[in-house]
């Protein structure tokens, strides 16, 4: 593609032909050619000059032009493109720093290698411009559905053709075994897209549970028309999945709809992933239920929650352990996936030996501790009291209620059980006074000396350590890694210190140390409230 300049029309016929070709802006051709030029132009001026070169958009005339910037004297280092206040004189009325004066220089004739040169410059920029137009339009459609055309496969990975370009289906997202051949056409989900140095890398699935919803969107007009929607879903790809679905329309069944007459609607679902077995089931706000029906074939006989930790506790029949667990864990992994939470499942036989076990530690705790005897602290835990501080501190009337106890008794029963905290408040500072905490920390208000020789053991021992803690570091939390939760412990979980909690007393002890302005925190506080009540009006 040799360049010159005597040939202007050629430049605008040039430019249209390679954006038609290349499926891209003529003006972007017309920068790259105008780039290149400059280039050229400078390899005969001298590679110093500041040389631009427009490209007239309706003549094709390309104009060169040498700019020289007005510096400072002490700050000029180029002399061919720099010139100082006293030197632009010459040719501008009043020049000031940073001003530019641009001359009209002869336009150049390249030659072999200088148009070699301008052609690299040219398809460089049309690639880059390719690039471009190829990411913008993929960027967006992450977890769409696309057809394309396997080109080859390379160690396990297809390369696919999706029109625009190539994209890359990775061995482990593609389902159990399956194989392609050179221009088979195949379904994809487009599972991330990234601008990378050689240019936008599109990475394909067809394991990502999006691409089950897609398919589903395609089969059923309900999901499409928003009548129905799919709320989440889990997938053992190419053996099971669960998706949970919810109906707006009272008349319209949210589970029949997707299976179809004769199942016809899910069966074109399985078919295209493998025969991988779909359960569809029912959504419902209140978890528990939603559960049981996420459990399903097996039957449930209670269920309960803990949704500080996330954690949900399902009793089945002895009988059906086996089918609520599924084979290799399959039923209750995907039914933990489907509803977010940590499912222990248990027989009623081991819910009843686990009560008893914990009714036998509360009552020992309480002989021990109070020195009662076995009937009496018996008659405390089937009252509901589980710790010394619930008896110490409780109001009189809630112990009066037990069989046997009253005022005198009663006021006993919190004394005895005041003194044993107290002693063992005193061991708990003691103990955490030696491990090295400091004042600042034993001063800071909300935390008890059991949370001071928690946190001293866990190498907090300053107030500065206290409010370079995370709130998960105090109160623990969850970490979703590959699809499975992961439990991280806080060195105050213990306690039942929640998330709020530890953030409130981690940003209290920032404000302590000056870290953090009181006047700011309260006016970020302000704005989270606006928003909540705008989204709770919408």
């Known amino acids: 593609m040799a360049i ?15 954006a038609r070709e290349k499926m891209i802006e003529p003006g972007l051709v017309i920068e790259a050619m105008e780039e290149s030029l400059a280039r050229a132009a400078k390899s005969r001026y001298g590679a110093e000059m500041d040389i631009r070169v427009a490209i007239d958009r309706k ?25 100082t206040v006293e030197q632009a004189k010459q040719y501008m009325a009043d020049p000031e720093v940073g001003q530019q004066f641009s001359e009209e220089v002869p336009p150049v004739e ?3 290698i200088a148009a070699q040169s301008a052609k690299q410059v040219i398809l460089q920029k049309i690639r880059e411009a390719e690039r471009d137009r190829q990411y913008e339009e993929f960027k967006d459609r992450a977890g769409t559905i696309i057809n394309g055309l396997v080109k080859r496969e390379e160690y396990g990975n297809v390369i696919v053709d999706v029109g625009a370009g190539e994209a890359i289906l990775r061995r482990n997202e593609k389902i159990g075994r399956e194989s392609y051949r050179p221009n088979d056409r195949i379904r994809v989900s487009i599972k991330d897209v990234r601008r990378e140095q050689r240019g936008p890398q599109i990475f394909l699935s067809r394991t990502a549970p999006e691409f089950m919803a897609e398919l589903f969107k395609m089969e059923v007009p309900e999901i499409y028309d928003g009548i129905i929607e799919i709320k989440a879903v889990a997938r053992d790809p190419g053996s099971r999945a669960k998706i949970a679905v919810i109906s707006f329309d009272n008349s319209i069944d949210p589970v029949g709809a997707c299976v179809g007459m004769r199942g016809s609607r899910v069966q074109a679902v399985v078919n295209e992933l493998q025969g991988e077995k779909i359960d569809i089931i029912p959504w419902n706000d209140d978890q528990p239920t939603f559960l049981v029906n996420a459990l399903q074939p097996a039957e449930v006989s209670k269920v309960v929650l803990d949704e500080e930790a996330g954690k949900i506790e399902v009793v089945v029949p002895e009988e059906q352990l086996s089918l609520a667990i599924g ?13 977010g939470l940590d499912i222990d499942i248990m027989t009623e036989a081991d819910e009843s030996a686990r009560r008893q076990a914990e009714f036998e530690t509360r009552t020992k705790l309480f002989m021990d501790n109070l020195d009662l005897d076995e009937f009496f602290a018996q008659l405390l835990v089937s009252e509901g009291f589980t710790n010394l501080e619930e008896v110490a501190y409780v109001e009189v009337d809630e112990l009066l209620v037990i069989d046997g106890v009253d005022e005198g008794t009663a006021g006993e029963l919190q004394a005895r059980a005041r ?3 107290e002693a063992a408040n005193k061991a708990a500072l003691e103990s955490a006074r030696a491990l090295g905490v400091e004042d600042s920390l034993v001063e800071f208000e909300g935390l008890t000396p059991q949370m001071l020789e928690a946190l001293v053991k866990d190498d907090v021992k300053t107030l500065e350590d206290f409010a370079t803690c995370a709130d998960w570091e105090l109160a623990g939390g969850w970490t979703t890694e590959n699809g499975e939760r ?22 209290t002890a920032r404000v302590m140390l000056g870290w953090v302005d ?10 989270d409230d606006a928003d909540t009540e705008e989204e709770a009006e919408a």
């Open 518 to 527: 009181p006047a700011e925190l309260e006016a970020e506080e302000a704005d």
């Open 419 to 421: 003194d044993v905290l």
């Open 59 to 83: 003549t094709g005339r390309a104009t060169f032009t040498r700019v020289r910037t007005v510096v400072e004297e002490d700050l000029l280092e180029n002399y061919q493109a720099e010139f």
């Open 486 to 507: 992961i439990k991280d412990d806080g060195c105050l979980e213990p306690f039942e210190i929640t998330l709020e909690e530890a953030q409130t007393m981690i940003m």
């Open 110 to 112: 390249m030659g072999r």
């Open 4 to 18: 010159t300049s005597a040939n202007q029309l050629e430049l605008l016929q040039t430019a249209e032909a390679v």
């Open 327 to 339: 084979r290799r864990g399959q039923n209750v992994r995907l039914a933990s996936q489907l509803t």
